[in-house]
Protein backbone atom coordinates (compact mmCIF):
# COMPACT_ATOMS: atom_id res chain seq x y z
CA UNK A 1 0.00 0.00 0.00
CA UNK A 2 1.41 3.17 -0.64
CA UNK A 3 1.24 6.07 1.43
CA UNK A 4 -1.02 8.91 -0.69
CA UNK A 5 0.69 11.84 2.04
CA UNK A 6 3.95 11.18 0.74
CA UNK A 7 2.43 13.18 -2.45
CA UNK A 8 0.00 15.30 -1.33
CA UNK A 9 -2.28 16.73 1.44
CA UNK A 10 -5.83 16.01 2.65
CA UNK A 11 -8.46 18.22 4.57
CA UNK A 12 -10.69 17.35 7.43
CA UNK A 13 -13.27 16.22 4.23
CA UNK A 14 -11.24 13.85 3.32
CA UNK A 15 -10.42 15.52 -0.05
CA UNK A 16 -6.84 15.04 -1.41
CA UNK A 17 -4.69 17.26 -3.36
CA UNK A 18 -1.12 16.88 -4.77
CA UNK A 19 1.41 18.61 -3.02
CA UNK A 20 2.94 19.62 -6.51
CA UNK A 21 1.55 21.81 -9.03
CA UNK A 22 -0.41 20.48 -12.22
CA UNK A 23 2.93 21.07 -14.89
CA UNK A 24 2.29 22.48 -18.07
CA UNK A 25 2.47 19.60 -21.05
CA UNK A 26 6.24 18.55 -21.44
CA UNK A 27 6.64 20.75 -24.99
CA UNK A 28 6.44 23.81 -23.55
CA UNK A 29 7.33 23.07 -19.83
CA UNK A 30 10.75 24.80 -19.68
CA UNK A 31 10.98 28.86 -21.35
CA UNK A 32 14.63 27.93 -22.74
CA UNK A 33 13.74 24.53 -24.03
CA UNK A 34 11.66 22.48 -25.79
CA UNK A 35 11.70 18.80 -24.35
CA UNK A 36 10.32 16.60 -27.32
CA UNK A 37 11.28 14.01 -26.26
CA UNK A 38 9.33 14.09 -22.86
CA UNK A 39 6.20 15.38 -25.37
CA UNK A 40 6.39 12.30 -27.19
CA UNK A 41 6.33 9.55 -24.82
CA UNK A 42 3.46 11.26 -22.98
CA UNK A 43 1.58 11.84 -26.29
CA UNK A 44 2.39 7.64 -27.26
CA UNK A 45 1.56 6.06 -24.08
CA UNK A 46 -0.20 5.18 -22.67
CA UNK A 47 -3.64 6.73 -23.54
CA UNK A 48 -3.21 6.80 -27.80
CA UNK A 49 -1.24 3.83 -28.07
CA UNK A 50 -3.85 2.06 -25.97
CA UNK A 51 -6.80 4.01 -28.55
CA UNK A 52 -4.66 2.81 -31.49
CA UNK A 53 -4.37 -1.00 -30.77
CA UNK A 54 -8.42 -0.57 -30.11
CA UNK A 55 -9.24 1.43 -33.15
CA UNK A 56 -7.08 -1.79 -35.16
CA UNK A 57 -8.77 -4.49 -33.18
CA UNK A 58 -12.53 -3.18 -34.06
CA UNK A 59 -11.31 -2.33 -37.43
CA UNK A 60 -10.18 -6.03 -38.33
CA UNK A 61 -12.70 -7.70 -36.34
CA UNK A 62 -16.01 -5.81 -36.17
CA UNK A 63 -15.85 -4.04 -39.06
CA UNK A 64 -18.09 -5.80 -42.15
CA UNK A 65 -17.73 -5.84 -45.75
CA UNK A 66 -17.35 -3.23 -48.12
CA UNK A 67 -20.22 -5.06 -50.19
CA UNK A 68 -22.28 -5.46 -46.80
CA UNK A 69 -22.08 -2.28 -45.62
CA UNK A 70 -23.12 -0.44 -49.28
CA UNK A 71 -26.58 -1.06 -47.52
CA UNK A 72 -28.13 0.19 -44.56
CA UNK A 73 -29.35 -2.83 -42.45
CA UNK A 74 -29.55 -3.96 -39.18
CA UNK A 75 -27.41 -7.71 -39.94
CA UNK A 76 -24.24 -5.80 -39.52
CA UNK A 77 -25.15 -2.52 -37.56
CA UNK A 78 -26.82 -4.30 -34.50
CA UNK A 79 -23.79 -6.69 -34.27
CA UNK A 80 -21.32 -3.23 -34.69
CA UNK A 81 -23.39 -1.68 -31.91
CA UNK A 82 -22.99 -4.34 -29.98
CA UNK A 83 -19.54 -4.77 -30.62
CA UNK A 84 -18.66 -0.85 -30.35
CA UNK A 85 -21.25 -1.19 -26.82
CA UNK A 86 -19.78 -3.92 -24.56
CA UNK A 87 -15.89 -2.34 -25.26
CA UNK A 88 -16.70 0.96 -23.80
CA UNK A 89 -18.77 -0.72 -21.39
CA UNK A 90 -15.55 -2.73 -20.33
CA UNK A 91 -12.81 0.72 -20.81
CA UNK A 92 -15.20 2.69 -18.41
CA UNK A 93 -17.02 -0.02 -16.45
CA UNK A 94 -13.70 -1.63 -15.38
CA UNK A 95 -12.19 1.74 -13.93
CA UNK A 96 -15.83 2.06 -12.16
CA UNK A 97 -15.71 -1.49 -10.79
CA UNK A 98 -12.25 -1.19 -9.52
CA UNK A 99 -11.89 1.71 -8.05
CA UNK A 100 -15.96 2.63 -7.31
CA UNK A 101 -17.58 -0.83 -6.78
CA UNK A 102 -14.46 -3.09 -5.11
CA UNK A 103 -12.73 0.16 -3.71
CA UNK A 104 -9.31 -1.38 -4.33
CA UNK A 105 -7.56 1.70 -3.11
CA UNK A 106 -9.74 3.14 -0.88
CA UNK A 107 -9.39 6.66 -0.59
CA UNK A 108 -5.33 6.49 -1.23
CA UNK A 109 -4.93 9.51 -4.03
CA UNK A 110 -8.68 10.21 -4.51
CA UNK A 111 -9.33 14.15 -4.81
CA UNK A 112 -12.88 13.85 -3.32
CA UNK A 113 -13.09 12.30 0.04
CA UNK A 114 -16.64 10.89 -0.84
CA UNK A 115 -17.80 7.88 -3.01
CA UNK A 116 -21.13 9.47 -5.57
CA UNK A 117 -22.74 6.42 -4.44
CA UNK A 118 -22.18 8.16 -0.79
CA UNK A 119 -24.70 11.20 -1.47
CA UNK A 120 -28.14 10.53 -3.32
CA UNK A 121 -29.44 14.12 -4.96
CA UNK A 122 -32.52 14.40 -6.59
CA UNK A 123 -31.09 16.20 -9.75
CA UNK A 124 -30.02 12.75 -10.95
CA UNK A 125 -32.41 10.14 -12.26
CA UNK A 126 -33.31 7.71 -9.78
CA UNK A 127 -31.84 10.00 -7.50
CA UNK A 128 -28.49 8.46 -7.50
CA UNK A 129 -25.21 9.73 -9.97
CA UNK A 130 -24.10 6.44 -11.05
CA UNK A 131 -26.96 5.07 -12.39
CA UNK A 132 -27.97 8.73 -14.23
CA UNK A 133 -24.41 9.06 -15.18
CA UNK A 134 -24.34 5.16 -17.02
CA UNK A 135 -27.72 5.39 -18.27
CA UNK A 136 -26.48 8.92 -20.46
CA UNK A 137 -23.08 7.30 -20.99
CA UNK A 138 -24.20 4.07 -22.39
CA UNK A 139 -28.10 4.24 -23.72
CA UNK A 140 -27.53 8.23 -25.19
CA UNK A 141 -24.06 8.63 -25.71
CA UNK A 142 -22.52 5.39 -27.05
CA UNK A 143 -25.58 4.83 -29.55
CA UNK A 144 -24.80 8.61 -30.62
CA UNK A 145 -20.90 7.41 -31.53
CA UNK A 146 -22.28 4.30 -33.05
CA UNK A 147 -24.66 6.18 -35.07
CA UNK A 148 -21.92 8.40 -36.43
CA UNK A 149 -19.67 5.32 -37.16
CA UNK A 150 -22.20 3.62 -39.09
CA UNK A 151 -22.91 6.42 -41.43
CA UNK A 152 -19.02 7.19 -42.08
CA UNK A 153 -18.83 3.50 -42.96
CA UNK A 154 -21.38 3.27 -45.07
CA UNK A 155 -20.12 6.30 -47.17
CA UNK A 156 -16.63 4.67 -47.02
CA UNK A 157 -18.33 1.55 -48.94
CA UNK A 158 -20.30 3.73 -51.28
CA UNK A 159 -17.27 5.50 -52.36
CA UNK A 160 -15.95 8.24 -49.60
CA UNK A 161 -12.44 7.81 -49.18
CA UNK A 162 -9.80 4.50 -49.17
CA UNK A 163 -8.52 2.26 -46.53
CA UNK A 164 -5.70 1.98 -49.25
CA UNK A 165 -4.43 5.83 -48.03
CA UNK A 166 -2.50 3.84 -45.01
CA UNK A 167 -0.41 2.31 -47.53
CA UNK A 168 -0.36 4.55 -50.66
CA UNK A 169 0.67 7.51 -48.34
CA UNK A 170 1.76 5.93 -45.00
CA UNK A 171 3.87 8.88 -43.45
CA UNK A 172 0.99 11.57 -43.99
CA UNK A 173 -1.29 8.75 -42.28
CA UNK A 174 1.09 8.59 -39.53
CA UNK A 175 1.21 12.66 -38.92
CA UNK A 176 -2.52 12.11 -39.20
CA UNK A 177 -2.22 9.75 -36.20
CA UNK A 178 -0.42 12.52 -33.80
CA UNK A 179 -2.46 14.96 -35.28
CA UNK A 180 -5.87 14.14 -34.39
CA UNK A 181 -5.53 13.56 -30.72
CA UNK A 182 -3.83 17.39 -30.84
CA UNK A 183 -6.80 18.47 -32.82
CA UNK A 184 -9.37 16.96 -30.31
CA UNK A 185 -7.87 18.58 -27.19
CA UNK A 186 -7.56 21.99 -29.46
CA UNK A 187 -11.45 21.76 -30.56
CA UNK A 188 -12.87 20.22 -27.20
CA UNK A 189 -10.84 23.91 -25.48
CA UNK A 190 -13.09 25.79 -28.07
CA UNK A 191 -16.17 23.79 -27.63
CA UNK A 192 -16.02 23.60 -24.36
CA UNK A 193 -15.60 27.11 -23.94
CA UNK A 194 -18.95 27.35 -25.55
CA UNK A 195 -20.40 24.96 -23.74
CA UNK A 196 -19.81 27.42 -20.87
CA UNK A 197 -21.77 30.04 -22.25
CA UNK A 198 -25.04 30.65 -20.07
CA UNK A 199 -27.91 29.94 -22.34
CA UNK A 200 -26.38 26.30 -23.81
CA UNK A 201 -25.17 25.67 -20.50
CA UNK A 202 -28.10 25.52 -18.80
CA UNK A 203 -30.13 23.58 -21.80
CA UNK A 204 -26.86 21.03 -22.15
CA UNK A 205 -23.82 21.09 -20.35
CA UNK A 206 -25.42 21.61 -17.10
CA UNK A 207 -26.30 17.68 -17.00
CA UNK A 208 -22.71 16.93 -17.41
CA UNK A 209 -21.94 19.08 -14.49
CA UNK A 210 -24.17 18.04 -11.94
CA UNK A 211 -21.24 15.17 -11.72
CA UNK A 212 -19.26 17.75 -9.29
CA UNK A 213 -17.48 14.53 -8.07
CA UNK A 214 -17.35 12.36 -11.58
CA UNK A 215 -16.47 9.08 -11.78
CA UNK A 216 -15.78 6.79 -15.09
CA UNK A 217 -19.14 6.78 -15.74
CA UNK A 218 -19.24 10.46 -16.04
CA UNK A 219 -16.83 10.36 -18.89
CA UNK A 220 -20.05 10.29 -21.03
CA UNK A 221 -23.02 11.46 -19.29
CA UNK A 222 -23.88 14.37 -21.99
CA UNK A 223 -26.95 15.98 -23.69
CA UNK A 224 -27.30 14.14 -26.77
CA UNK A 225 -26.53 17.63 -28.36
CA UNK A 226 -23.23 17.63 -26.50
CA UNK A 227 -22.17 14.62 -27.79
CA UNK A 228 -22.81 15.29 -31.06
CA UNK A 229 -20.61 18.24 -30.75
CA UNK A 230 -17.83 16.26 -28.97
CA UNK A 231 -17.41 13.84 -31.80
CA UNK A 232 -18.52 16.34 -34.77
CA UNK A 233 -15.00 16.75 -35.80
CA UNK A 234 -14.53 13.18 -37.43
CA UNK A 235 -16.46 14.10 -40.16
CA UNK A 236 -13.31 15.65 -41.86
CA UNK A 237 -12.12 12.30 -42.02
CA UNK A 238 -14.58 10.26 -43.96
CA UNK A 239 -13.54 11.68 -47.58
CA UNK A 240 -10.37 10.92 -46.91
CA UNK A 241 -10.07 7.19 -44.78
CA UNK A 242 -12.33 5.31 -42.49
CA UNK A 243 -9.48 4.03 -40.28
CA UNK A 244 -8.74 7.54 -39.79
CA UNK A 245 -12.94 8.53 -38.98
CA UNK A 246 -13.18 5.43 -36.26
CA UNK A 247 -9.73 6.32 -34.90
CA UNK A 248 -10.97 9.92 -34.16
CA UNK A 249 -14.36 8.62 -32.78
CA UNK A 250 -12.06 6.36 -30.04
CA UNK A 251 -9.87 8.76 -29.18
CA UNK A 252 -12.52 11.26 -27.97
CA UNK A 253 -14.44 8.51 -26.08
CA UNK A 254 -11.81 6.60 -24.88
CA UNK A 255 -9.86 9.72 -23.74
CA UNK A 256 -13.09 11.11 -22.17
CA UNK A 257 -12.56 9.03 -18.94
CA UNK A 258 -9.08 10.71 -18.53
CA UNK A 259 -10.88 13.77 -16.60
CA UNK A 260 -13.14 12.02 -14.61
CA UNK A 261 -11.28 8.51 -13.09
CA UNK A 262 -11.44 10.66 -10.01
CA UNK A 263 -7.62 9.38 -8.80
CA UNK A 264 -4.54 10.98 -8.95
CA UNK A 265 -2.55 7.64 -9.22
CA UNK A 266 -3.25 3.92 -10.18
CA UNK A 267 -1.92 1.63 -7.39
CA UNK A 268 -0.37 -1.00 -9.98
CA UNK A 269 1.41 -3.11 -6.94
CA UNK A 270 2.71 -1.75 -3.28
CA UNK A 271 5.55 0.27 -4.75
CA UNK A 272 4.23 1.41 -8.12
CA UNK A 273 1.42 4.11 -8.97
CA UNK A 274 0.70 5.53 -12.52
CA UNK A 275 -0.27 8.91 -12.84
CA UNK A 276 -3.32 9.46 -14.33
CA UNK A 277 -2.70 13.14 -15.04
CA UNK A 278 -7.01 13.56 -14.00
CA UNK A 279 -6.38 16.69 -11.72
CA UNK A 280 -6.93 19.63 -14.11
CA UNK A 281 -10.30 18.00 -15.26
CA UNK A 282 -11.48 17.75 -11.74
CA UNK A 283 -10.79 21.56 -10.73
CA UNK A 284 -12.96 22.08 -13.70
CA UNK A 285 -15.80 19.82 -12.34
CA UNK A 286 -15.14 21.60 -9.20
CA UNK A 287 -14.12 25.01 -10.22
CA UNK A 288 -16.76 25.07 -13.61
CA UNK A 289 -14.84 27.70 -14.91
CA UNK A 290 -11.42 26.90 -15.24
CA UNK A 291 -8.94 24.28 -16.89
CA UNK A 292 -11.51 23.48 -20.22
CA UNK A 293 -8.93 21.59 -21.48
CA UNK A 294 -6.61 18.96 -20.01
CA UNK A 295 -3.64 20.75 -21.37
CA UNK A 296 -1.92 17.61 -22.36
CA UNK A 297 -0.37 18.93 -25.62
CA UNK A 298 -0.67 22.38 -25.95
CA UNK A 299 -1.32 25.05 -22.89
CA UNK A 300 -4.64 26.35 -24.00
CA UNK A 301 -6.00 27.32 -21.04
CA UNK A 302 -3.00 29.20 -20.04
CA UNK A 303 -2.86 30.83 -23.52
CA UNK A 304 -6.68 32.07 -22.47
CA UNK A 305 -6.36 32.86 -18.91
CA UNK A 306 -8.28 29.69 -17.62
CA UNK A 307 -5.27 28.00 -16.39
CA UNK A 308 -5.35 26.32 -12.54
CA UNK A 309 -2.34 24.69 -11.69
CA UNK A 310 -4.13 23.63 -8.32
CA UNK A 311 -1.77 25.64 -6.10
CA UNK A 312 -3.21 28.68 -4.03
CA UNK A 313 -1.52 30.84 -6.58
CA UNK A 314 -4.06 29.34 -9.19
CA UNK A 315 -6.67 29.66 -6.69
CA UNK A 316 -6.18 33.62 -6.27
CA UNK A 317 -5.80 34.12 -9.94
CA UNK A 318 -9.02 32.53 -10.43
CA UNK A 319 -10.49 34.10 -7.86
CA UNK A 320 -9.46 37.56 -9.34
CA UNK A 321 -10.67 36.74 -12.65
CA UNK A 322 -14.05 36.05 -11.24
CA UNK A 323 -14.13 38.86 -9.52
CA UNK A 324 -13.19 41.17 -12.96
CA UNK A 325 -16.17 38.79 -14.53
CA UNK A 326 -18.55 39.67 -11.93
CA UNK A 327 -18.02 43.20 -12.04
CA UNK A 328 -18.17 43.59 -16.09
CA UNK A 329 -21.74 41.52 -15.93
CA UNK A 330 -22.83 44.00 -12.80
CA UNK A 331 -21.94 46.96 -15.15
CA UNK A 332 -23.65 45.69 -18.42
CA UNK A 333 -26.90 45.31 -16.22
CA UNK A 334 -26.68 48.39 -14.43
Same mark, same amino acid.
Given at each position: ???? =?QYGTRNKRGDWKPSSPIALPPLVRSKRTINLAGWLL??? $?? $??LITLGLTV =?? $?? =????????MQTLSLGWIV???????????AWFGGWEFVLYRKRVQQ???????TFPSDKP?????????????????MFISVPIMVAMEVCALWLFANGWGSIEFVTEHPILFALLLVFIPVLHEAYFFFVHWFMHWEPFYQWCHSIHHNSINPSPWTSMSNHPIETV???LPFVIWIPLCPF????????????????????????? %???? *????? *????????????? %?YCDDGYLPWDRWFGTWHDGTAEGEQLMQERFKTKAARKNSRTA
Open positions: MIDD =LSFV $WP $WN =LL $WS =LATPSIKTPLFFTNWLALFRRFKYNGAAYFWFNDQNIDNFIRSLQFLALYHLNTVALSSVLGHIGFEKIEI %NEKT *AWSTH *AYPHYLHHKHFDV %N
